[in-house]
C-alpha cells in the first residue's frame, strides 16, 4: 500500500514540475520576437500546440491554466508585459480572447489523435490552432467595435507565421508523440 501512496505522490510531484516547465516555455516564448512578414511573430500558439501533444490535454490544460493565472496575477509572462502593463488590466485588453483561444488549442491538439495522413493531421492541428483566432477575433470585436476590419487586424497579418508554426509541429509530430509516451 505505501508503494501505491509512494508512485501516487511520485506522479503529482512529475505532472507539478512538467506544468512549471511548461508555464516557463510559454512565457520565455512570449517574449522572443522572430522577424517574419508582415509582423514580427512569437512561438507561443507553437508551444500550446507542443504542451498539448506532449503533456495530453489534461496536463497541457492545467498548463495553460497556470500560465494565464500568472499572468492574471501580475507576473510579467505575457507578450506585451511589462511594457504595456501587467495583471487583470493587461489580460482584460485586446489580446484577452487570443490567450483564452490558447485553452481550447491545448485541449484538442492534446485530445485529437494524430494518426492517418499528413493532410488529416495538417487539418487537425489548423482546428486546434483556429479556437485561438476564433475567440480572440471575437473578443476584439467586442472591445474594438464589430464594424472595424477584424480580420485585417486580427488574423491576417498572423496567418503565415501561424502556418509555418503549424508545418513544424507537423513534422515533428512522431518525435513529440514519443516525448508524450516518455513523459508517461
Known sequence: MELIKDLKDSKIVKSIFLALI???????????????????????????????IVLGWRLGLATVSLYLFEGIIGLPVFSGTPEKGIGLIYFTGPTMGYLLGFLFTVYFAGSLSFNGNIFSKLLKLTF?????????????????????????????????AELFKILIVLFSLNSLQKLNRYLK
Open 128 to 160: 486546434s490552432v483556429s479556437f485561438i483566432y476564433i475567440l480572440g477575433l471575437s473578443w476584439l470585436g467586442i472591445l474594438i467595435g464589430w464594424e472595424k476590419p477584424l480580420f485585417q487586424l486580427g488574423a491576417q497579418p498572423f496567418l503565415l
Open 22 to 52: 511548461g508555464t516557463v516555455l510559454l512565457a520565455v516564448s512570449s517574449k522572443i520576437k522572430i522577424p517574419f512578414y508582415p509582423v514580427p511573430m512569437t512561438m507561443q500558439t507553437f508551444v500550446v500546440l507542443f504542451l498539448g
